[in-house]
């Protein structure tokens, strides 16, 4: 992601602010903010600052849900779609260029290990196994 965040720079938004808009752009149609939140898997109150900073900048607008006026609904300004139009192609190449070392079978062993992973992310009960997380004692000094 350093890297990435580096060699993306010229684009003046962050990692976030790339995968939001990418979000936005792949969706096809407006998103609510809690949608958003839950695609990146960051908090509401996470995503609120960084729509901001966004909307700020012209690259997308918050509207009234015509359904539901009590939420908003999420699209990208034709600035936030040029900024996905360039970065995603420029992300790619870095991605390609990061997997270039690895063989065919082992891309493929690397997609199976991460299909398991995500299964185990989707099935987990995340707030029982931090309950049954061993308690650390206080820390020696020495």
């Known amino acids: 992601m350093a890297m990435a965040s580096q060699a993306l720079r010229h684009h003046r938004i962050s ?3 790339r995968q939001a808009l990418a979000i ?5 149609e407006p998103l609510s903010p809690t949608t958003i939140a839950e695609r990146l898997i960051v908090r509401t109150a996470t995503v609120t600052s960084l729509l901001d900073t ?3 900048r012209g690259l997308l607008v918050r509207r009234p849900d015509p359904n539901d006026r009590r939420k ?3 699209s990208l300004t034709d600035a936030g ?6 970065s995603l192609p420029e992300m790619v190449a870095l991605q390609t260029a990061v997997m ?3 063989t065919e079978p082992q891309r493929r062993q690397l997609l199976r290990a991460l299909a398991v ?3 185990g992310v989707a099935t987990i009960d995340a707030d029982a196994t931090v309950a049954a997380a061993p308690k650390r004692g206080k820390p020696r000094r020495g």
């Open 15 to 17: 990692a976030a602010g």
């Open 24 to 28: 936005l752009e792949g969706a096809g």
């Open 54 to 56: 966004l909307e700020k």
């Open 72 to 74: 908003l609904l999420v």
């Open 81 to 86: 779609r040029a900024i996905v139009n360039q």
């Open 100 to 102: 270039a070392g690895l």
């Open 117 to 119: 992973v995500r299964e």
